[in-house]
C-alpha cells in the first residue's frame, strides 16, 4: 500500500490550503484514516482522524479551523485548512488510524508565514 499526500505550499497567515492523500490499494473504506504532521524541530503527531463510519475527531490545536473528509470511490483522504498560522507549518502526511509504520509516505510540506 503506497500513500501520497500532495497540497501543500507557502501561505500567509490566515489562508488556507487543502491536502490530498491518494491510497493505492482500497483501504480507505474499511479504515479509520488520519492525517499526521511533523514540525521541524518536534515529533510526528496527529491532527485528524476520520473513522470508517465518516465521525471525526481533531487535535484541540485545528479545531474549528482544519476539517477531514474522505472519498471511499477514489480512495482519498482530504484535509482542508483554514485560518493557517505559522504554529501549522509542518511535513504532513497521512496514514491509518492508529498509524501503522510501514505506510508512511514522503509527505507534503505546509508553510505559513506570518
Known amino acids: 500500500v503506497q500513500l501520497q499526500a500532495s497540497g501543500g505550499g507557502l501561505v500567509q497567515a490566515g489562508g488556507s490550503l487543502s491536502l490530498s492523500c491518494s491510497v493505492s490499494?482500497?483501504?480507505?473504506?474499511?479504515?479509520?484514516m488520519a492525517w499526521y504532521r511533523r514540525a521541524p524541530g518536534k515529533q510526528r503527531e496527529w491532527v485528524a482522524f476520520?473513522?470508517?463510519?465518516?465521525?471525526?475527531e481533531y487535535r484541540g490545536s485545528v479545531k474549528g479551523r482544519f476539517t477531514i473528509s474522505r472519498d471511499n470511490d477514489r480512495n482519498t483522504v482530504y484535509l482542508q485548512m483554514n485560518n493557517l498560522k505559522p504554529e501549522d507549518t509542518a511535513v504532513y502526511y497521512c496514514?491509518?488510524?492508529?498509524?501503522?509504520?510501514?505506510?508512511w509516505g514522503q509527505g507534503t510540506q505546509v508553510t505559513v508565514s506570518s
Open positions: 490499494g482500497s483501504i480507505v473504506r474499511a479504515n479509520n
Open positions: 496514514n491509518r488510524h492508529p498509524y501503522e509504520s510501514a505506510m
Open positions: 476520520i473513522t470508517s463510519g465518516g465521525s471525526a
